[in-house]
């Protein structure tokens, strides 16, 4: 089974969220609106087009980097991102501490981002 694009990267709904939430929209790809807010297309810079908006569309290795710098620590270090059968599960130094519910690498990132900045919670 190949892949989509979309697989390597957070939804619409994640990245609308992650920009309310005031994260940085510096991203190698984009959501844009399409016709209102029921179609949207991914494109690999920010367009301005009448009353269309862009959302980043953060990939894996994007918010992996993004969850290092609110913990403020290396990445590889103290976080292990392990999954089994559709799901995956945040690991710090070995006790688990997010379970995602996310099927998708770039979808379980992003949800456990939100949620950190959600509870502005320090692990």
């Not at 619409?12 to 005031?22: A, D, G, H, N, P």
């Not at 810079?45 to 969850?67: C, M, R, V, W």
């Not at 501490?97 to 770039?106: M, N």
């Amino acid at each position: 089974m190949s892949k989509k694009i979309e697989d390597y990267m957070c939804t619409v709904e994640q990245s609308k969220r992650l920009k309310e939430l005031s994260i940085a929209e510096s991203s190698l790809f984009f959501w844009w609106t399409w016709f209102g807010d029921d179609l949207y297309t991914i494109s690999t810079q920010e367009l301005k087009i009448n009353d269309h908006e862009a959302y980043p569309a953060f990939t894996s290795q994007e918010l992996g980097e993004l969850i290092s710098e609110l913990l403020q620590t290396d990445w590889s270090q103290s976080i292990t991102l392990k999954t089994k059968i559709d799901d995956y599960y945040f690991y710090v130094e070995g006790a688990l501490v997010f379970d995602t519910g996310a099927a998708l690498e770039a979808q379980a990132r992003a949800k456990f981002l939100i949620y950190l900045l959600e509870h502005k919670k320090q692990i």
